[in-house]
T-cell receptor, first 112, second 114 residues
Framework: KQEVTQIPAALSVPEGENLVLNCSFT??????LQWFRQDPGKGLTSLLL?????REQTSGRLNASLDKSSGRSTLYIAASQPGDSATYLC???????????FGTGTRLTIIP | NAGVTQTPKFQVLKTGQSMTLQCAQD?????MYWYRQDPGMGLRLIYY???????DKGEVPNGYNVSRLNKREFSLRLESAAPSQTSVYFC?????????????FGDGTRLSIL
């Protein structure tokens, strides 16, 4: 059974710093990996999707990497802003079906 | 664009009552999903539908039924609500099950069972 872990559960950093969020998974046979953002009281917003054949994806100040062999993904946020404060979740999709397995998320607080 | 719309946003039920959570998407997506989100446990898939007329169980289907009414709508029914079903419920949709497309989420239904 696939297990997805995100450590730490919470992280606080001063505004302007670069930061890295971590995601690890136990089964490397994945179809893709997705990073989401969740604001309080809201649903999830897709940030980046990395296909199994890719090593990284970039969108603006965000860069996500994927290393299937080690079962790890990172989300790099450059020049953090208070508006980046949210919970960030990763999810993996296996081959053959659409059932995403989610991590429990990292709650990020950017301190002005 | 409305995206994925869930109704109601909040609901309080008594144990044993029934209710249906509604979900509709306007993105012409084939696949739709129901999740529940509980503290410390992340999001868990309840049911999903790969296309109109098909449904499949997820990780935690017990106590729930679903109906894919048409391509736009996917409803989740609690026949006899239990306190363990107190949770935040999210509906999501994606283009199809073949290509690498992200899932789009609604804002959730916060359900309390007393």
């Amino acid at each position: 059974k696939q297990e997805v872990t995100q450590i730490p559960a919470a992280l606080s950093v001063p505004e302007g710093e670069n930061l890295v969020l971590n995601c690890s998974f136990t089964d490397s046979a994945i179809y893709n990996l997705q990073w989401f953002r969740q604001d309080p009281g809201k649903g999830l917003t897709s940030l980046l999707l990395i296909q199994s054949s890719q090593r990284e994806q970039t969108s603006g100040r965000l860069n996500a990497s994927l290393d299937k062999s080690s079962g790890r993904s990172t989300l790099y946020i450059a020049a953090s802003q208070p508006g980046d404060s949210a919970t960030y979740l990763c999810a993996v999709r296996p081959f053959g079906n659409e059932k995403l397995t989610f991590g429990t998320g990292t709650r990020l607080t950017i301190i002005p | 664009n409305a995206g994925v719309t869930q109704t109601p946003k909040f609901q309080v039920l008594k144990t044993g009552q029934s209710m249906t959570l509604q979900c509709a998407q306007d993105m012409n997506h084939n696949s739709m999903y129901w999740y529940r989100q509980d503290p410390g446990m992340g999001l868990r898939l309840i049911y999903y539908s790969a296309s109109e007329g098909t449904t499949d169980k997820g990780e935690v289907p017990n106590g729930y039924n679903v109906s894919r009414l048409n391509k736009r709508e996917f409803s989740l029914r609690l026949e006899s609500a239990a306190p363990s079903q107190t949770s935040v419920y999210f509906c999501a949709s994606s283009g199809d099950g073949v290509s690498n497309q992200p899932q789009h989420f609604g804002d959730g239904t916060r359900l309390s069972i007393l």
